[in-house]
């Protein structure tokens, strides 16, 4: 039977191989061009990748607006060791379309030996685990490219497989491994995903210690949440700087928002009948989320029939899920009462997981119906091989519907543009104003090593996007449309263009479709699209000889948004400033002010300021915690200046000013996730 087991694995693979071929091996590969996989997922591999190889380290980006904490967003994967694996050993796109081969063969894998082990029945484990692979869960998240979604799922069956090893025959090797899965749903990145997944183990733990004798239900019960417990406190290091940014964050949701994404309830009708899904004329990437073949269905029916101590729990959880991504008032139980439930949306982010729960269920039911066919011969073969060649079929169909753009034509005249921004390059940003065409979307900067005010984030800091939509209320959009990550893209306000926070942001660059006519604007480059550069554009760093403090952040974010506001002669501040950094090396009375940036690195910036007397140094990347500054290798104090910008006091004298970025967060989460993974390797070993 081990040999038949290895067969079925190799068999999967096959599988796997053939139906994403275009996906892993074409040009194209995984999504369409021009997709979140090219804009939110390559250009961050990009970065991790040119940070790891160069030495730096990098828990802050500061290419996109104006900086953000890169790892603190779980998507970015920060911690995942698959993923570093990977990205240093790969280029960036192909370490992705090995990372999404990787983690559904992961997936079907640990469904195929889970189901061995509840049913007994090699065939039915093999329904399962194909069903799961060609279902139209997988095939969104891979044909799309959404490796956190796919690489967090991929665990889940293995903690259901340990568990179940456990309670069979109790040894702690696997309390070990289903802390060890559980840390890495947490790092791979889907925390949304990961949610529904904590909920549904602990309702499967009730139900699978339900069948055992009295005395070993409560030890058994505290084994495994222990075990549970310990896997999120080893995730600490992540999760913690997660709770902090969701808190500083636009991520924040009403319950209406919440729910703006949920599917329609006409398409509950795909999920009993997929074919009709080819007679819609606007065929999306995502409209074949519910297929899982109408033999597959049928099959996860009978799961109801053959052991229903495991078929209630998963029955019950792709009810909640179904009935979630609908956005019924399920989802309203875990917005109000599930920690971080208001930072989430219904959507069909939520069937992902619900692929699992009818896989599963398709692969009980295929067991069921195999022993009621009895000695029939080759009946139950020929009904497996036409199950399988029917969810293979719509497979192959849907991935022939979706709408590539592959138009990669432009990518020449991008690289022009970008030529010409390198050749007088000094860590300036670049914005877009009224730009019609699809080039050089946010993001993709990032893979030049070019600053953009602009970005596409999931959690874009509360403070900068209030200054942005202040400036133009259309350049911030999201989460209340059809998005849960938010952008920040293009500029369509007239006014905003000539306003001076455009020139205290360290805008340098312009792509527009339209004609700038202003002398503060010259043009570099006019095709498809037009390149000017910012005449009035101020240093990333620079000195303010005044300064107004300010308690009522309204009144500050008004003021600075005044078209007659100066920033180099005045910048208001939320607290009263004060000066300790007086240097012996005073300079002469006579000498101008200087402001240099030596060293400019993700999480450490190195200025050289030299002044005749006391000023504020104004540096135009967002203030969050964790930043420190030592000033002549003295610690000194940030101020929030300009509503979400950095600033620091300057005495008399030539001073090196150094920025790092030490959030607490990030250590207490290191200590908290030290601490755990050692308690859990002593639990192992000695308990």
Same mark, same amino acid.
């Given at each position: ?36 996989? +090219? ?83 090699? +065939? ?100 495994? *949440? ?58 999306? @990437? ?58 989430? +949306? ?252 030596? @060293? ?31 000033? @002549? ?48 390797? *002593? ?5």
């Amino acid at each position: 039977m081990k040999k038949k087991l290895i067969i079925s694995i190799f068999f999967l693979l096959a599988v796997i191989f053939f139906s994403y071929r275009d996906c892993f091996f074409s040009v194209d590969g995984p999504a369409q061009y021009d997709s979140d996989y +090219q804009t939110q997922i390559l250009p961050h591999v990009e970065f991790m990748k040119n940070n790891i190889l160069q030495g730096n380290s990098f828990l802050w980006n500061p290419l996109i607006l104006c900086g953000i904490p890169h790892m603190a967003n779980p998507q970015m994967s920060f911690f995942y060791p698959l993923k570093i694996i990977f990205t240093v050993l790969l280029p960036p796109d192909i370490s992705c379309r090995v990372l999404s081969l990787f983690h559904i063969f992961l997936a079907s894998m640990g469904i195929l030996i889970y189901l061995y082990i509840i049913t007994s029945k090699l +065939q039915a484990a093999l329904v399962g685990s194909v069903v799961f692979i060609l279902s139209g869960p997988a095939m969104e998240m891979v044909v799309d490219g959404d490796l956190d979604a796919l690489s967090t799922i991929s665990w889940l069956p293995f903690l259901l497989l340990f568990t179940e090893k456990y309670i069979q025959n109790k040894k702690s090797v696997y309390l070990f491994l289903i802390s060890i899965a559980c840390s890495m749903s947490v790092f791979a990145g889907e925390l949304q995903v990961f949610s529904y997944i904590l909920i549904f183990y602990l309702a499967y733990i009730y139900f699978s210690v339900s069948k055992l004798k009295d005395s070993e239900k409560l030890p058994t019960t505290k084994s495994l *949440l222990i075990s549970i417990l310990l896997g999120v406190f080893l995730s600490s290091v992540q999760l913690l700087p997660v709770i902090e940014l969701n808190a500083l964050s636009t991520r924040y949701r009403s319950y209406a928002i919440s729910i703006s994404d949920s599917l329609p309830l006409k398409r509950s009708v795909d999920l009993f009948f997929p074919y009709l899904v080819f007679l819609k004329e606007n065929f999306v @990437d995502t409209a074949f989320v519910l297929n899982f073949g109408i033999l597959a269905f049928i099959s996860s029916i009978f799961a109801f029939t053959k052991d229903r101590r495991v078929s209630s729990i998963f029955i019950l959880m792709a009810v909640f899920l179904v009935l979630s991504a609908f956005g019924s008032p399920a989802h309203l139980l875990y917005y109000h009462f599930f920690p971080l439930g208001k930072y989430v +949306q219904a959507g069909e982010e939520l069937i992902r997981l619900f692929g699992v729960m009818l896989s599963v269920l398709a692969g009980v039911g295929w067991g069921a119906l195999q022993s009621s066919m009895g000695k029939i011969v080759g009946l139950k073969y020929i009904l497996c091989a036409v199950l399988i060649m029917e969810s293979g079929v719509l497979n192959q169909i849907y991935q022939k519907h979706v709408p590539r753009y592959n138009d990669r034509s432009y990518l020449k005249e991008e690289e022009r543009l970008i030529d010409i921004i390198k050749r007088d390059y000094k860590q300036e940003r670049v914005v877009r104003f009224k730009l019609d065409e699809y080039i050089l979307s946010p993001n993709v900067l990032m893979q030049y090593n070019i600053s953009d005010m602009a970005g596409f984030y999931s959690f874009v800091l509360k403070k900068y996007a209030e200054v942005l939509t202040a400036m133009d209320k259309t350049l911030v959009s999201g989460p209340g449309g059809k998005s849960i990550t938010i952008q920040v893209t293009n500029i369509n306000n007239d006014s905003a263009l000539f306003s001076p926070l455009l020139n205290m942001l360290n805008i340098k660059y312009i792509f527009t479709s339209q004609d700038i006519n202003s002398k503060n604007f010259k043009l570099l480059y006019n095709d498809t699209v037009k390149l000017y550069k910012n005449l009035n554009c101020l240093p990333r760093a620079f000195l303010v000889d005044n300064w107004r403090v300010s308690h009522n952040e309204a009144d500050i974010l008004k003021n600075i948004l005044r078209q007659d506001f100066n920033p180099l002669q005045e910048v208001y501040l939320n607290e009263e400033p004060v000066w300790n950094t007086r240097n012996t090396d005073i300079v002469n009375s006579h000498a101008h002010s200087k402001v240099e940036i030596i @060293d400019y690195k993700p999480d450490k910036i190195v200025i050289e300021a030299q002044t005749s007397e006391r000023k504020i140094l104004f540096v135009s990347d967002t203030f969050y915690p964790g930043w420190k500054v030592r000033i @002549d290798g003295k610690a000194s104090k940030i101020y929030r200046a300009n509503y979400a910008f950095r600033a620091v006091t300057i005495d008399e004298g030539r001073h090196i000013v150094t920025f790092y970025y030490t959030p607490l967060t990030f250590k207490i989460g290191a200590l908290i996730s030290v601490f755990s993974l050692l308690v859990i390797g *002593l639990r192992y070993k000695y308990f």
